[in-house]
């Protein structure tokens, strides 16, 4: 096996302690920096994909991006300044009144490892702060909004809104457990995904990339 | 007319019910029981016997246990022993008194005086480290996490002598949320290995004492846990969404195990609902799910609904349903 593919295993299979020295190991070997990175991103792919079909679960799921995290340390020093593979900044916060975060630390996750710069606003984000935050932040393409609770359905929309009337360009995506694509669409939203392991696609659709 | 208790068994058990169980009709829930909070007023922080923080902050519907660096109780689940002690269960006598008086005062010919246990084994190691340490343990530190686990359990298990001492009760309502809407939190096999032996020891250890009927909550995706479900003594899964094909569990485990919920919060629990909406859905589930081993429910965890009115409203077209289904 290429030390490429013992990363994308060791990836894929969430070994976090074993990852950055096979990463090292790839980098010594040869490889080049942006194809180990690309390797893992594919892994987190084929993660998403079996994670949609219910293969794996969501320790699963984290485990693998633990595991790319501590590649990507690896590959920072060496790629620093050289931007080329990041698909843009996305802004991604839980909306205000709710404080479940579960999901959207797996779409924070998954979005990242998909080669988005993700800008993480925590839980119980005012929708103004999805505005600000668009505006502080260079390259900003996406802004992801993650709500659990019927109870703050109408916190959602106003998020959309506001980002929208602020940002007439910027694209929202919105998901969380009582959000459907019909209901994306009633809010004005660009996209909707049901789920961490679709979100990715998802996202780079919604942007043309 | 059957008693509301009899109508359960009837229906439980594949028999002759008389009509639909309504809902929570047939728990008395025991609620004053003293126990560990694991929730506080609106606006106010609390630190309760596990050293877990629990606030609810302004403009939140609920309470949230704090898992910040300062909060966590659990920093690394290696040296669990160092950060872990259970509260004590020996409460004084006069704490038991409501509770007692309530259980009393319970017809229980008509109704079960039913004991309240939440959180659950698994919540109780979230609410301990938090969601994502707590679901990587079981993968990256299965001993510790066994041991862990092992040690909770006792803590329940010295919790249920208290209760079965003090009310006699004759079900069991417990909590523990084992997945998301469309899928369980662990894999069945990792569930399996962990939470099943601990559920076993409990709800063995209460039907040993007493209890008839084990209700557990966990409103969620779960169709691939059912079979562990039946395996540990629960009799009804409360909480059961309609993400899960119902009338496809019920026609392969009625009789070894009931289903109460169906009815989605998520559907007919929001701010624009209305009654005749809420009258849609519960139709639907009657008419699919069929009149044994299912009880149409809300899938919220106790007899409540996020807007006033909504749990009446089932309630209500619950009856409707029974008038035009039952003969
Ligand atoms: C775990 C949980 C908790 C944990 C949360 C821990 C945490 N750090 O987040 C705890 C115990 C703390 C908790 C607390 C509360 N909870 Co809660 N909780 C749940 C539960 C069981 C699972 C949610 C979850 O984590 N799922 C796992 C993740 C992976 O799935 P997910 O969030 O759906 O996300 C996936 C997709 O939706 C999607 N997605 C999510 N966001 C986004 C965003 C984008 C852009 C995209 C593309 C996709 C996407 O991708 C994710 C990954 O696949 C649900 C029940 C359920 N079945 O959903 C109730 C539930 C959401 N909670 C509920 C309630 C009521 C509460 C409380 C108010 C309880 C209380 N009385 O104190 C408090 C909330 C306080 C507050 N203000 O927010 C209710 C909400 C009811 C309603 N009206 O909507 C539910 C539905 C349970 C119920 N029926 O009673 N909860």
Partial sequence: MSKIEEVKVLVETGKSKKVAAAVQEALDAGDKAQDILDAMIASMGVVGDKFSSGEIFVPEMLIAAKAMSKGVEVLKPVMAGDGSSSLGTCIMGTIAGDLHDIGKNLVVMMLESAGFDMVDLGVDVPAERFVEAAKENNNVVLVACSGLLTTTMPALKEAVQTVKAALPDMKVIVGGAPVTQEYADEIGADGYAPDAGSSASKAKVIIGA | ?327
Wanted: hydrophobic content about 35%; glycine content about 8%.
């Fill in chain 2, 1 to 327: 007319m059957l008693t509301k208790r009899q109508n359960l068994l009837e229906t439980i058990k594949g028999g002759e019910p008389d009509r639909f169980v309504n809902q929570y009709e047939f728990l008395e829930l025991i609620r004053e029981a003293p126990k560990e909070p694991f929730m506080t007023q609106k606006g106010s922080e609390i630190k309760n016997g596990w050293g877990i923080t629990i606030r609810w902050p302004e403009g939140q519907i609920g309470s949230f246990p704090v898992h910040d660096d300062n909060h966590k109780v659990l920093k690394d689940i290696t040296e669990w022993r160092k950060y872990v002690r259970a509260p004590a269960v020996n409460y004084p006598a006069e704490r038991w008194t409501e509770a007692i008086a309530h259980a009393n005062a319970v017809d229980r010919d008509e109704k079960y005086v039913t004991a309240f246990v939440t959180p659950g084994i698994f919540e109780l190691t979230h609410y301990l480290m938090g969601m994502e340490d707590a679901l990587m343990s079981y993968y990256e530190e299965p001993e510790a996490m066994h041991e862990l686990i092992d040690y909770l359990t006792e803590y329940e298990l010295q919790y249920a002598k208290q209760i079965i001492e003090n009310l006699h009760p004759d079900a069991l309502f417990h909590h523990d949320d084992w997945g998301s809407q469309i899928s369980s939190f662990m894999s069945p096999e990792t569930f399996e290995e962990f939470i099943l032996p601990a559920y076993k020891k409990i709800y063995g250890f209460y039907k040993e004492n007493g209890v008839e009927i084990i209700v557990h909550h966990s409103d969620s995706y779960g169709a691939n846990l059912v079979p562990y479900m039946i395996d540990m003594g629960i009799d009804i899964w409360q909480g059961v969404m309609n993400t899960n094909n119902i009338p496809e569990l019920i026609k392969e485990y009625g009789g070894k195990i009931s289903f109460m919920g169906g009815i989605h919060s998520g559907e007919v629990d929001f701010p624009e609902w209305t009654p005749e909406i809420v009258m849609e859905h519960v139709e639907k589930a009657c008419n699919e799910c069929g009149k044994s081993y299912f009880i149409p429910n809300l899938s919220q965890g106790g007899p409540i609904s996020s807007f006033p009115g909504v749990y009446e409203a089932a309630s209500e077209a619950i009856d409707m349903m029974s008038k035009k289904l039952f003969k």
